[in-house]
């Protein structure tokens, strides 16, 4: 059984042991929980690549306790050419989930890098060069890494969808079918993309010669991007949202992400907290709670240009007390809403003098859009999937939106002081994990590690599911499970440790210097410490 890591001088927790390892490692060299992410996020772009990529997006919150932490949104928006009207020309009653058409938002994870790698500097005193941090990314990405389960799995799995996309064979593929666990997944172009990087700078993605041989290779496969949107492509600090629950503040990123939500969730379970973690009361007020911030969610949140009420507004007490009468008591509500998917990955790290970084990364589903550019060797990301043709979406595509994101890190400053990073990948069940980790934590004092380990449960469809039902884990009593039933929710008993409840994982740091680390199981992860 996995036990709770601790030490004292510095820590990282990543979904693979090599991207945990390569933020150590900075850490050891006297860098920051920055630039010891910047290493773990471009090395896990690497290792992890059905997972998250340069291709994709990123959020990201820096803190410390004692003071609200600092967001950092690097995500690209939708291409200028990509309208509506465009995709009907294109014969497309909605926006294809793989292929070049779905390669249609500019990918914000590399400025998000840049933009972190700036904020090190000016604030935190890093002192890093960033050759030295892509350097373990460049590695692994020229003498290959060793195939994982989950990376053999889905390219198994979603064979069909993807094979005839360009690029996509020719990586993982090879010999016609699914590279087999263990063997060596070489990627040279993006070692040299990543080369390129390290010698011109971040922003040569976006406004240099990498960014041109991109637009390229976009425009000639029939993607909407061209090289006026990767110009234009800024990733920026943005104000988190926060909220009040039981005297801890628990932060969160704004819109276009779904970081709502999961703060509405701890809100309104607080105001009805169960006596115990695990028990039919806990699961059952989660899931309702659960229920009634994401019709909140489908309703209201979207590019925050676009919204109807700033989502600042939910969180006030009126606000959550209001939307409390909406949750159901004793019996189980209605359910599905629309849904959403996604896949992702989650890290986090926090130096010896307290700075802590949660951070998320992702390319949307596994593989993106499946496009592999031919030069650069960049997958590039099908965020914009989530987009609506229809005039009465609310995440309606227009020239140059930010798409909605499943993707949101969170971070907590408990009542005496500690400071919990924590997240996880898994679509709609990242809000649901967030809540399942901070309560059997923070409210109901289990052991680090027991949070994350512990069974969990899924509301809806997420990375790899497509039926909407309640899908709970079968190490859970089955006397809860039969409770549950019987107040009335559709469940379905799935695996003990199933991988489509996510990669989770979280770090606290407390007050007298102690680092404590968690990693999920159902990953290829660790928690790295020194």
């Known amino acids: 059984m996995l036990q709770t890591k601790r030490s004292y001088s510095g820590m990282v927790t990543a979904p693979?042991?090599?991207?945990?390892?390569a933020g150590l490692a900075v850490l050891s060299e006297g860098g920051n929980a920055v630039e010891a992410m910047i290493a773990s996020a471009a090395t896990i772009a690497v290792v992890y690549p059905h997972m998250n990529g340069l291709g994709g997006d990123s959020f990201w919150l820096?803190?410390?306790?004692?003071?609200?932490?600092?967001?950092?949104?690097?995500?690209?928006?939708?291409?200028?050419?990509?309208?509506?009207?465009?995709?009907?020309?294109?014969?497309?009653?909605?926006?294809?989930s793989r292929g070049p058409l779905a390669a249609l938002t500019a990918a914000g994870t590399v400025d998000g890098w840049q933009k972190a790698y700036e904020l090190s500097r000016d604030r935190h005193g890093g002192r890093m060069p960033l050759s030295r941090l892509l350097e373990p990314a460049i590695g692994y990405a020229a003498d290959g890494v060793a195939v994982t389960q989950t990376l053999h799995d889905n390219s198994t799995k979603k064979r069909a969808e993807l094979q005839d996309v360009p690029g996509f064979a020719e990586v993982y593929l090879p010999q016609g079918g699914p590279l087999a666990v263990g063997t060596r997944l070489q990627q040279p172009r993006?070692?040299?993309?990543?080369?390129?990087?390290?010698?011109?700078?971040?922003?040569?993605?976006?406004?240099?010669?990498?960014?041109?041989?991109?637009?390229?290779?976009?425009?000639?496969?029939?993607?909407?991007?061209?090289?006026?949107d990767l110009e234009q492509h800024q990733a920026s600090l943005v104000t988190p949202l926060s909220v009040d629950v039981a005297g801890h503040k628990v932060f969160n990123m704004p819109p276009p992400t779904q970081g709502l939500a999961s703060l509405l969730i701890l809100a309104l379970y607080a105001r009805r907290m169960a006596k115990e973690a695990d028990g039919v009361d806990h699961l059952h007020r989660l899931v309702e709670s659960t229920k009634a911030s994401f019709r909140i969610r489908n309703r209201y949140v979207t590019d925050p240009d676009y919204m109807?009420?700033?989502?600042?507004?939910?969180?006030?007490?009126?606000?959550?007390?209001?939307?409390?009468k909406t949750v159901a008591i004793d019996h189980a509500a209605r359910?599905?809403?629309?849904?959403?998917?996604?896949?992702?990955?989650?890290?986090?790290?926090?130096?010896?003098?307290?700075?802590?970084?949660?951070?998320?990364?992702?390319?949307?589903w596994e593989f993106g859009s499946g496009v592999i550019l031919p030069q650069s060797g960049v997958t590039w990301q099908n965020r914009g999937t989530s987009f609506g043709l229809a005039e009465t979406d609310i995440n309606r595509l227009e020239p140059g939106r930010l798409p909605f994101h499943t993707i949101q890190p969170?971070?907590?400053?408990?009542?005496?002081?500690?400071?919990?990073?924590?997240?996880?990948?898994?679509?709609?069940?990242?809000?649901?994990?967030?809540?399942?980790?901070?309560?059997?934590?923070?409210?109901?004092?289990?052991?680090?590690?027991?949070?994350?380990?512990?069974?969990?449960?899924?509301?809806?469809?997420?990375?790899?599911e497509e039926n909407n039902n309640l899908k709970v884990e079968s190490?859970?009593?089955?006397?809860?499970?039969?409770?549950?039933?019987?107040?009335?929710?559709?469940?379905?008993?799935?695996?003990?440790?199933?991988?489509?409840?996510?990669?989770?994982?979280?770090?606290?740091?407390?007050?007298?210097?102690?680092?404590?680390?968690?990693?999920?199981?159902?990953?290829?992860?660790?928690?790295?410490?020194?």
């Open 62 to 96: 820096v803190g410390r306790a004692g003071s609200a932490p600092v967001g950092i949104q690097a995500c690209g928006r939708s291409a200028k050419a990509a309208s509506r009207a465009w995709y009907r020309e294109h014969g497309c009653s909605t926006i294809p």
């Open 475 to 530: 190490r859970f009593d089955p006397a809860v499970v039969d409770a549950l039933r019987a107040l009335g929710h559709d469940i379905q008993v799935v695996g003990a440790f199933e991988e489509f409840m996510g990669h989770a994982g979280a770090i606290v740091w407390h007050p007298d210097g102690l680092l404590e680390g968690a990693s999920d199981p159902r990953s290829d992860g660790v928690v790295a410490a020194r």
């Open 16 to 21: 693979h042991h090599l991207a945990a390892q």
């Open 308 to 324: 109807a009420r700033a989502a600042a507004g939910f969180l006030t007490d009126e606000s959550i007390a209001a939307l409390e």
């Open 190 to 228: 993006v070692a040299d993309t990543l080369r390129q990087l390290a010698r011109a700078g971040l922003s040569d993605f976006y406004r240099g010669d990498l960014a041109r041989s991109m637009a390229t290779d976009l425009e000639r496969l029939g993607s909407p991007l061209r090289l006026s």
């Open 335 to 364: 359910w599905p809403d629309p849904p959403t998917q996604g896949d992702t990955v989650w890290l986090a790290a926090t130096d010896r003098n307290g700075l802590g970084v949660s951070f998320i990364q992702s390319i949307y």
């Open 410 to 464: 969170a971070m907590a400053e408990l009542s005496d002081g500690r400071l919990l990073s924590y997240g996880t990948m898994g679509g709609e069940g990242q809000p649901q994990t967030q809540a399942a980790i901070f309560t059997r934590y923070a409210l109901h004092g289990q052991d680090l590690q027991s949070t994350v380990t512990a069974p969990r449960w899924l509301l809806g469809r997420t990375w790899g």
